[in-house]
């Protein structure tokens, strides 16, 4: 069975800094990688994917994560956090063989401040 | 773009009495419709696969009687919450593919039983 993990749970920055999330998944085969945001209040928005190629995927907002096939992880970055980072964020994994159903890590809230 | 409309965004009802969620993809038609449960402050959880035409596939641990889902049409899935207790209460979002594998997400509904 498919599973996600973020390892951080709560993360605070202050404004500026550089920002990197944990996900590492579990899975034997062939697999689609997601990162959502949920700002509060708000429904959840994708901020990018990874079905194939090129490892490094560039997102919304500045968001960028890399692929590592070898260590199983998809780790989120953003070089330089604004105040309007604060949200909730979310890595998912899908796969054909379960039907593209999304299994979301626990979310890791991230606080930016000035 | 594609569209995923979900109908109520809220609904408070009395316990034991029973609920529905609509589900809508607006603009393209989809086969297959996932639900989630979402508690405050936790990740999203898989409640089950709602297939067009077929009996909907749920997770271990959701009760199917109690979450009645009907996928009667290619753009209409729908969610029954029966007797619903105030444990039910949650953020219920549902979610469809579309071309090229692209999830969207509804709104989200936000039951409250009391």
């Known amino acids: 069975a498919q599973s996600v993990s973020q390892h951080n749970h709560h993360v605070i920055l202050s404004e500026a800094a550089s920002l990197e999330l944990g996900c590492n998944y579990s899975y034997g085969g062939t697999v689609n990688l997601f990162w959502y945001v949920q700002y509060p209040g708000q429904h959840l928005q994708l901020l990018l994917k990874?079905?194939?190629?090129?490892?490094l995927v560039k997102g919304i907002k500045g968001f960028e994560a890399e692929f590592i096939k070898s260590k199983f992880s998809f780790n989120l970055r953003k070089p330089s956090v604004q105040w309007s980072d604060t949200a909730e964020y979310f890595c998912a994994v899908n796969a054909r063989d379960s039907g593209y159903a999304l299994n979301f890590g626990k979310g890791t809230s991230l606080l930016v401040t000035p | 773009g594609a569209v995923v409309s979900q109908h109520p965004s809220r609904v408070i009802c009395k316990s034991g009495t029973s609920v529905k969620i609509e589900c809508r993809s607006l603009?393209?038609?989809?086969?297959?419709m996932f639900w989630y449960r979402q508690f405050p402050k936790q990740s999203l959880m898989l409640m089950a696969t709602?297939?067009?035409?077929?009996?909907?596939?749920?997770e271990q641990g959701v009760e199917k009687d109690k979450f009645l889902i009907n996928h009667a049409s290619l753009t209409l899935s729908t969610l029954t919450v029966t007797s619903a207790h105030p444990e039910d209460s949650s953020f219920y979002i549902c979610?469809?593919?579309?071309?090229?594998?692209?999830?969207?997400f509804g709104e989200g509904s936000w039951l409250t039983v009391v």
């Open positions: 979610s469809a593919t579309g071309l090229g594998n692209t999830i969207y």
């Open positions: 603009d393209f038609q989809a086969t297959t």
């Open positions: 709602s297939n067009e035409g077929s009996k909907a596939t749920y």
């Open positions: 990874y079905f194939s190629g090129d490892p």
